[in-house]
């Protein structure tokens, strides 16, 4: 059964930096597409960036060029790095893997949350 655990949330001020992480386990199989989404109170869940098995990556217009996706070697893992982060940053952040093999599907993150402080 596949799991994903996810790091690194917390309190941080305008303008501060947090790196998230998500490792995936349970399955032989890598991740077709990694992404995280965040929903903040009252508001949809929504796409904030995303990575592909061969590194095509994808960001959200509210956070290109502050925030990077990435992934570890063994491509069971993946970050988001998040620099100058802003109050309107304030959400749960998911991570989501999808499989195009082997436990075929989306799997999610148990959520974690940031918040920035003004």
């Known amino acids: 059964q596949v799991q994903l655990v996810e790091s690194g949330g917390g309190l941080v001020q305008a303008g501060g930096s947090l790196r998230l992480s998500c490792a995936a386990s349970?399955?032989?199989?890598?991740?077709?597409?990694m992404a995280w989404y965040r929903q903040a109170p009252g508001k949809q869940r929504e796409l904030v960036a995303s990575?592909?098995?061969?590194?095509?990556?994808n960001y959200a217009d509210s956070v290109k060029g502050r925030f990077t996706i990435s992934e570890a070697n063994a491509k069971n893992t993946v970050y988001l790095q998040m620099n100058s982060l802003k109050p309107e940053d304030t959400a749960v952040y998911y991570c989501?893997?999808?499989?195009?093999?082997?436990?075929?599907?989306?799997?999610w993150g148990q959520g974690t949350q940031v918040t920035v402080s003004s």
């Open positions: 349970g399955s032989a199989f890598s991740p077709g597409a």
């Open positions: 990575i592909t098995s061969g590194g095509s990556t």
């Open positions: 989501n893997v999808r499989f195009f093999s082997g436990p075929i599907g989306d799997y």
